[in-house]
């Protein structure tokens, strides 16, 4: 089974951040696998498709830097970034 996670990064004033860089760390029981790396488009947002059957937890980075400690999966992230 195929799930799309959304990621949305936001300005602290909550306007969408364009051309943020995004990671997923995804978490199996045993293993961890690192997604490639997305940007977001005009509107702060992106997307990756996971296969739910392998993973179980996540963890966000936005330029490098650990922002969604590890933890379940869910459908959509709002991060704010200075």
Do not use: C, W
Request: no cysteine; charged share 25%; hydrophobic share 40%.
């Amino acid at each position: 089974m195929h799930r799309t996670v959304v990621v949305h990064i936001l300005e602290t004033d909550g306007s969408p951040k364009p051309a943020a860089d995004v990671s997923l760390q995804l978490h199996a029981v045993v293993e961890g696998v690192a997604l490639e790396p997305k940007t977001t488009d005009k509107d702060g947002v992106a997307q990756f498709s996971l296969d739910m059957e392998k993973y179980a937890e996540l963890t966000i980075y936005v330029a490098g830097h650990e922002r969604v400690s590890r933890g379940p999966i869910q459908d959509e992230y709002y991060i704010t970034v200075n």
